[in-house]
């Protein structure tokens, strides 16, 4: 069968041919690395269908016309096919490990007043962030005062504006924040309307911001600990085993990364890392 298959036409608004599939494939291809193969007909046409409507355009080809002269529209394009899933503590062996085996050596450092940088690459709607500060916090609400006065800092990165919007906002559907542990949703959440929005003292040490990971990154100090977890299955091997040794650069030496349960570490880059636990790896210094 043809890698990229078209759709069927019937009941169909728009017609969606095997090269409208190919052109769109290559284009978010180039921009974020996101593979997407014949197995993702359906989820581009449901997905950009909206977008043509947007736009008040009536085929494919006209829409890769607009998407190839106007950049806002062509990161609309991308921000509409990347797949956002995530959840409150999700991988929590992650955060058990950074509790247990991190933070203890952390604070004491942040007590002397030293420096500690967490990035979480590709943290999607902010679940992944906020649920390390709740880690680091329990349900204490005080320590988030002591923390703030500490040189403690947490980025938080996507390539989509739009997860990026929801995750500054910290509002959440309560069907959302019910993954949370109990104590920790009634010591950090508050109710507004149906939504359950989490306290300020939470989102403090937090700067979330747009980032391509595949393009230029401009911090120039390096992190303690990285999150970068679900987002490496979307990629093929080059893309994967070039990012990895990018992030093995930004972090200290013993630095941590916490990759997503799917993922492995390529063997071009295994040489930087060691495994420490589950997807769990330390940069070799
Ligand atoms: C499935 S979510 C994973 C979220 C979180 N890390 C987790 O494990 O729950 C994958 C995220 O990767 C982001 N992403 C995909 N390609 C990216 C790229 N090239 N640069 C930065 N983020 C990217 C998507 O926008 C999406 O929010």
């Not at 987002?231 to 893309?239: H, K, L, Q, R, S």
Request: charged fraction near 25%; charge should be positive.
């Amino acid at each position: 069968m043809n890698a990229f298959a078209a759709l069927p036409e019937r009941e169909m608004e728009f017609a969606f041919s095997a090269a409208d599939h190919r052109a769109i494939a290559d284009l978010i291809y180039a921009e974020s690395g996101i593979l997407l193969p014949d197995t993702k007909a359906k989820l581009i046409y449901g997905r950009l269908a909206r977008r043509l409507r947007a736009c008040g355009l009536s085929t494919f080809p006209d829409y890769l016309a607009l998407v190839a002269s106007d950049a806002g529209e062509r990161a609309r394009a991308v921000d509409a096919l990347t797949t956002n899933h995530t959840a409150f503590f999700r991988e929590n062996h992650h955060f058990e490990h950074f509790r247990e085996s991190l933070w203890p050596g952390f604070a004491e450092r942040l007590a002397s007043g030293g420096r500690v940088r967490v990035w979480s690459a590709a943290c999607s709607s902010g679940e992944e962030p906020y649920s390390l500060m709740m880690t680091i916090l329990g349900t204490d609400t005080r320590a988030a005062d002591k923390l703030a006065r500490q040189d403690f800092r947490v980025l938080a990165t996507d390539l989509s504006p739009s997860v990026i919007a929801t995750a500054r906002a910290g509002r959440y559907p309560l069907d959302t924040t019910r993954a949370m542990p109990a104590a920790m949703r009634s010591a950090w959440c508050r109710r507004v309307g149906e939504m359950d929005e989490l306290s300020p003292a939470l989102r403090e040490p937090i700067a979330f911001r747009e980032l391509n990971l595949l393009r230029k990154w401009p911090m120039r100090r390096p992190f303690d600990v990285i999150f970068c977890r679900n987002v490496m299955i979307y990629f093929d091997e080059p893309t994967k085993a070039q990012l990895l040794a990018r992030f093995a650069d930004q972090l200290v030496d013993g630095g941590i990364l916490y990759i997503g349960h799917a993922e492995r570490i390529p063997p071009e880059v295994a040489a930087r890392f060691h495994c420490i636990g589950r997807t769990a790896f330390q940069k070799v210094s």
